[in-house]
T-cell receptor, first 113, second 113 residues
Framework: DQQVKQNSPSLSVQEGRISILNCDYT??????FLWYKKYPAEGPTFLISISSIKDKNEDGRFTVFLNKSAKHLSLHIVPSQPGDSAVYFC????????????FGRGTSLIVHP | DVKVTQSSRYLVKRTGEKVFLECVQDMDHENMFWYRQDPGLGLRLIYFSYDVKMKEKGDIPEGYSVSREKKERFSLILESASTNQTSMYLC????????????FGAGTRLSVL
């Protein structure tokens, strides 16, 4: 049973517009959430994270929102650029537990020029 | 910058062969991980290690073993490769499980014929 779900396998966005990638989780013990970005033929790279004590974290064009009651987080990219085209993985972990993150299946983002 | 190096980018092996995938990190990280990535399945944890000579099973350890003789090196072993082990293998490391921001290698694409 998937504890971290990314229900959209792919997303297509026009350059300059907002990209919104969604992630849902089922385990209420998760208290630390991360987004990774992966280009083809490369390993994932850490993008942004958020602790459950916050509901928003921002880093440049990237903002992650956390809705604990809905067990939902989202990554907003504004404005989207063609170089943002990649697979984005959502991950969640329990800082008081094993700490090992559980990954979603990924969303492939394509930003069209 | 953290560097995680996987010894091979591409490997082609025959069914029944013993396969070694090597991973080296240069940041003195205590924790190292092996994942496999398959289309539509995301990243699945095979094994991890939190110290030299220590190992823990992940979600899909069957058919695999690992070795951590030195802190910087974590090897994944396929005792008898099978076609269902054809996949992208990713190694990662991190220094603080409390944050669990992992640094990934570029991956090894293994084909078992």
């Amino acid at each position: 049973d998937q504890q971290v779900k990314q229900n959209s396998p792919s997303l297509s966005v026009q350059e300059g517009r907002i990209s919104i990638l969604n992630c849902d989780y089922t385990n209420s013990m998760f208290d630390y959430f991360l987004w990774y970005k992966k280009y083809p033929a490369e390993g994932p790279t850490f993008l942004i994270s958020i602790s459950s004590i916050k509901d928003k974290n921002e880093d440049g064009r990237f903002t992650v929102f956390l809705n604990k009651s809905a067990k939902h987080l989202s990554l907003h990219i504004v404005p989207s650029q063609p170089g943002d085209s990649a697979v984005y993985f959502c991950a969640a972990s329990v800082t008081g537990g094993s700490y090992i993150p559980t990954f979603g299946r990924g969303t492939s983002l394509i930003v069209h020029p | 910058d953290v560097k995680v190096t996987q010894s091979s980018r591409y490997l082609v092996k025959r069914t029944g062969e013993k396969v070694f995938l090597e991973c080296v990190q240069d940041m003195d990280h205590e924790n190292m991980f092996w994942y496999r990535q398959d289309p539509g399945l995301g990243l699945r944890l095979i094994y991890f290690s939190y110290d030299v000579k220590m190992k823990e099973k992940g979600d899909i350890p069957e058919g695999y073993s690992v070795s951590r003789e030195k802190k910087e090196r974590f090897s994944l072993i396929l005792e008898s490769a099978s076609t269902n082990q054809t996949s992208m293998y990713l190694c990662a490391s991190c220094d603080s499980l409390a944050k669990n921001i992992q640094y990934f290698g570029a991956g090894t694409r293994l084909s078992v014929l």
